[in-house]
């Protein structure tokens, strides 16, 4: 009984690795939108900041 024990351990480590590599290479590409939206309405505030409208002086 030992023995399947052991043999059993590699086993188990085998199928939680694989299930973890198919999660961690999922496809994630439905964040790219929001995260691109994000970024253009940073670059766009960082213009209106370098304009010199909009932004606050010190």
Do not use: H, K, Q
Request: proline fraction near 2%; hydrophobic fraction near 55%.
């Amino acid at each position: 009984m030992a023995v399947l024990a052991w043999l059993l351990i590699p086993l188990f480590a085998a199928v939680g690795a694989a299930i973890w590599a198919g999660w961690a290479s999922r496809n994630r590409t439905s964040g790219d939108v929001a995260e691109l939206a994000g970024y253009a309405r940073f670059r766009d505030a960082m213009e209106r900041a370098g304009s010199g409208t909009d932004a606050v002086r010190n």
